[in-house]
């Protein structure tokens, strides 16, 4: 079946922008995650959606960061007022996840690789 | 929170030999611990994974080992080819909680 989208696969945008990420997850997967991952480093998380439980936000770097999940499918993430150090690549996760207790496979998708100039 | 360290940073074997790459974490609390394999310019795609419940995984040429003792864990590949060539990554979370990861190991395959 169809993996986790992300749209665009690339942007570039200039400092000072805002610009908007697009992670369409597995079918039926309740839980989505948002990680980051800068040149040469591992994967930061961002933030975390289970459900319809609030969003752990906790991961998130400043108050320029912020997403949405709607109707407990699609995922927007938004970055204000784009900085360089923004530029990394922002990698969606989905998983079948019906609670904490018991982990499920996290399948990622390929990722928008941002550049801010 | 969770720490995870991984070693290598670079690895380099010949084309048939053995691969391990190591990585510890801090939180014993911490019980699934995933393994994933990233080519260039794509996802990170899961290999293998081990639960806090069991000591040892293997899946045809890749194996992974749990120290739940020790807190560390570590990925070995055997009979390396070529296209085994890629960043791994270890990560470790408690349940469906975000996961932490390793800063990744390059492993280059020399035929």
């Known amino acids: 079946g169809a993996g986790v989208s992300q749209s665009p696969s690339n942007k570039v945008t200039e400092k000072g922008k805002d610009v908007e990420l697009r992670c369409d997850p597995i079918?039926?997967?309740?839980?989505l995650y948002w990680y980051r991952q800068s040149l040469g480093q591992g994967l930061e998380f961002l933030i975390y959606?289970?459900?319809?439980?609030?969003?752990?936000k906790s991961g998130l770097p400043s108050d320029r960061f912020s997403a949405e999940r709607t109707g407990g499918s699609v995922s927007t993430l938004t970055i204000q007022r784009t900085q360089q150090e923004d530029s990394a690549v922002y990698l969606c996760?989905?998983?079948?996840?019906?609670?904490?207790?018991?982990?499920?496979?996290?399948?990622f998708g390929p990722g928008t690789r941002l550049l801010v100039l | 929170g969770e720490n995870v360290e991984q070693h290598p940073s670079t690895l380099s074997v010949q084309e048939g030999d053995s691969a391990v790459i190591k990585c510890t974490y801090s939180d014993s609390a911490s019980n699934y611990f995933p393994w994933y394999k990233q080519e260039l310019g794509k996802g990170p795609q899961l290999i293998i994974d081990i639960r806090s419940n069991v000591g040892e995984k293997k899946d045809q040429r890749i194996a992974v080992t749990l120290n739940k003792t020790a807190k560390h864990f570590s990925l070995h590949i055997t009979e390396t080819q070529p296209e085994d060539s890629a960043v791994y990554f270890c990560?470790?979370?408690?349940?469906?909680?975000?996961?932490?990861f390793g800063k990744g190991t390059r492993l280059s395959v020399i035929a």
């Open positions: 079918s039926g997967h309740t839980a």
């Open positions: 990560a470790a979370s408690i349940g469906n909680t975000p996961l932490v």
């Open positions: 959606f289970q459900g319809n439980s609030a969003p752990d």
């Open positions: 996760a989905s998983s079948l996840a019906h609670g904490l207790a018991t982990a499920e496979t996290q399948y």
